[in-house]
C-alpha cells in the first residue's frame, strides 16, 4: 500500500527569471542551465568523494566552520548514495531497502527527479530517463499513465491513479531542460498529448476541475474525493508545462490552448478552493448546482453557515486553500502538500502564501520535524474520519496521512521559505531537516518515509528516494544560492 513541484525544474543556484501572474518569481517554472555536480562515469566513487572534497573546501572557506554546515553537505552526499541504490534496469524504485516498495511509482520517482536530475549524475539521469521510458509503455490507449509498476513482477498497476500522469507531464520537461536531451523529451510527447487527453475526460460536470475517486492521489488511504486541491494544482500545472512543450517542439496551436486552459484554471482555484473565515459558501460549492442561480443561493442560506461548517472553532480562525471540494461539502483540515504546491507553482499570490506558511508557523507543523501531512487530524467521530484509517494501524491521529510529518514534504516546506524571500527561516528548516534525514529506526541517514506527528518517532520504510530527492532540492536552492 503506497501513497503518494512540477516536476518543477528548480534552477536552484539561481531562481528563474520567469514571472507569475502576480509578478513572483515561480520555482516550478523553466530553468537556467543547471551547475553540474558530483559527475559520475565508470567507476565513479573517487570522483564522488573529491567533488565532496572540493565543495566542502570551497564553502568552508567563505563560511563559519560549524557542525550544521558540516551536516548540510554530508546529507547532500548521503542523499545521492540513497537514489543510486534506488536504481533498477526499470527506472528509479520508492526505495533502496523496502521490498514494499520495489515498484517504480509515477509521483515517486518523478518527485525524486525534480530534486535529483539537476545534479549531473550519469546513473541517475540514465535511471530516470528510463522511469519515464517504463511508465510511458505501460501507458493505456485512453492515456493513462499508471500508479507504478512492480519492478519483481513488471505489472503496472492504476489503484490511486489521479495524479500520477500529471507527474509524468511534469517529470518528462523538467528531464529535458536539466540534461538537454529533447530528442527523448520529443519522444514522449504524443505520450503527454494523451495524458492530457485522458484528464480532459476527468471533469464530469464540465467546470474545468479534475475530480477524483477516494483517496486516488498520494494519500491513498486517506478520505480526499471530488474535486481534490492537489491533483487540479498538479493539472494547472502540467498544463502550463505542456504549453511551453508544444511552444518548443513548434505546435502553436497546441501551445496556446494548453496555456490558456492553464491560466482559466489557476484562476478558478484561486477563486473557488481558498478558504476565510466570511468566505461565501455558495461560492465554494456552486458546482453542485445544474443551475447557478439566486434561488439556489437564497436555499442554500436558508440552512445557515453552521450547516455546513463542523468545525466552527477551527474554520472561524484560519485562511488556506481547501483540500477538496464535493457535492454541497467540502474537506475543513488543511492539506500541505496542496497547500504548498499552491506556492510554489505561483496560483497562491504572494499574501495568500505568506498566510500559509504563517499557518504552518502557527499551527506548528514543521514541529518536531517538517511537516505534517493534514491539520488537525481527523479522529473517530469526527468529520471525514473513515474506518479504514485504522488499516495496518497507518492512519490513527498523528501519523501517516492523517498527522504524519514527511521529509519530502519538509524540502518543499524549505523551498516555499525560499520562494517568499524568508532566507533565514529557509536556512534553519534545511538544517531541521538534514537532521531529520539522519534519524533512524536502526541506522543514521535511513531517510526515513514518515515520522510521527507529536513525537518525532522514525515510523515509516528506510531509504525513501522521495525523501532523498527533496532534500536534494532543498539543498540546491538554499544552501546553494545563500553561499553564492
Known amino acids: 500500500m503506497r501513497n503518494c513541484v512540477s516536476l518543477i525544474s528548480c534552477p ?6 520567469t514571472l507569475s501572474h502576480n509578478g513572483e518569481r515561480e520555482i516550478f ?6 551547475v553540474g555536480e558530483g559527475t559520475r562515469s565508470g567507476g565513479e566513487e573517487e570522483v564522488e568523494l573529491d567533488t565532496f572534497r572540493k565543495e566542502y573546501t570551497n564553502f568552508m572557506s567563505s563560511q563559519p566552520i560549524t557542525l550544521e554546515n558540516h551536516l ?9 548514495d540513497v537514489l543510486r541504490r534506488c536504481v533498477h534496469t526499470l527506472g528509479v524504485q520508492a526505495s533502496a531497502s523496502s521490498a514494499l516498495y520495489k515498484k517504480v511509482w509515477a509521483r515517486d520517482s518523478m518527485i525524486t527527479l525534480l530534486g535529483a536530475v539537476p545534479f549531473a549524475d550519469a546513473k541517475l539521469r540514465r535511471a530516470f530517463r528510463q522511469s519515464l521510458r517504463t511508465l510511458a509503455r505501460f501507458q493505456t490507449p485512453l492515456g493513462q499513465i499508471p500508479n507504478y509498476v512492480d519492478t519483481v513482477t513488471g505489472k503496472a498497476t492504476f489503484r490511486a491513479y489521479a495524479d500520477g500522469g500529471l507527474w509524468f507531464v511534469i517529470g ?3 528531464y529535458g531542460q536539466h540534461t538537454k536531451d529533447w530528442a527523448f523529451v520529443r519522444q514522449l510527447f504524443p505520450n503527454i498529448q494523451r495524458v492530457l487527453a485522458w484528464y480532459a475526460t476527468q471533469s464530469p460536470d464540465r467546470s474545468g476541475f479534475v475530480t477524483m475517486d477516494e483517496a486516488a492521489d498520494w494519500e491513498d488511504i486517506f478520505g480526499v474525493h471530488g ?5 487540479n494544482v498538479l493539472y494547472a500545472h502540467a498544463l502550463r508545462t505542456a504549453g511551453s512543450l508544444a511552444k518548443k517542439f513548434n505546435k502553436p496551436a497546441m501551445a496556446k490552448t494548453w496555456t490558456a486552459q492553464a491560466r482559466q484554471l489557476q484562476a478558478m482555484i484561486r477563486d473557488r478552493f481558498w478558504y476565510t473565515p466570511k468566505r461565501d459558501i455558495f461560492a465554494i460549492v456552486q458546482d453542485s448546482f445544474g443551475m447557478k442561480t439566486r434561488l439556489r443561493r437564497q436555499q442554500l442560506a436558508k440552512h445557515g453557515r453552521k450547516a455546513f461548517i463542523e468545525d466552527q472553532k477551527f474554520m472561524s480562525r484560519n485562511s488556506f486553500f481547501l483540500p477538496y471540494i464535493t457535492f454541497l461539502n467540502f474537506g475543513e ?3 500541505s502538500l496542496g497547500n504548498l504546491l499552491a506556492i ?31 491539520w488537525p487530524v481527523r479522529t473517530p467521530g469526527k468529520k471525514d474520519w473513515q474506518h479504514y484509517y485504522i488499516l495496518n494501524n497507518l492512519n490513527l491521529p498523528d501519523q501517516y496521512h492523517n498527522g504524519g510529518a514527511w521529509p ?8 516555499a521559505l525560499a520562494k517568499v524571500g524568508w532566507k533565514k527561516e529557509a536556512q534553519q528548516e534545511l538544517v531541521r531537516l538534514a537532521k531529520m534525514a539522519k534519524q533512524g529506526m536502526h541506522n543514521e541517514w535511513e531517510f526515513n518515509e514518515w515520522f510521527h506527528g507529536r513525537t518525532g518517532k522514525p515510523m515509516g520504510k528506510a531509504s525513501q528516494a522521495w525523501s532523498a530527492g527533496m532534500y536534494l532540492l532543498a539543498y540546491r536552492l538554499v544552501h546553494r544560492k545563500l553561499s553564492d
Do not use: C, M, N
Open 408 to 415: 519530502y514534504l519538509g524540502g518543499l516546506y524549505v523551498v
Open 12 to 17: 536552484l543556484s539561481r531562481p528563474s527569471a
Open 29 to 34: 517554472s523553466t530553468p537556467s542551465p543547471p
Open 333 to 335: 483540515w488543511f492539506d
Open 72 to 80: 548540510i553537505i554530508e546529507a547532500k552526499r548521503q542523499a545521492l
Open 344 to 374: 510554489l507553482t505561483g496560483i497562491a499570490t504572494p499574501s495568500q502564501a505568506r498566510t500559509i506558511l504563517r499557518f504552518i508557523q502557527q499551527h506548528k507543523l514543521h514541529r518536531p520535524w517538517a511537516v505534517r501531512a493534514t
Open 172 to 174: 518528462a520537461s523538467a
Open 227 to 231: 474535486k481534490g486541491l492537489t491533483v
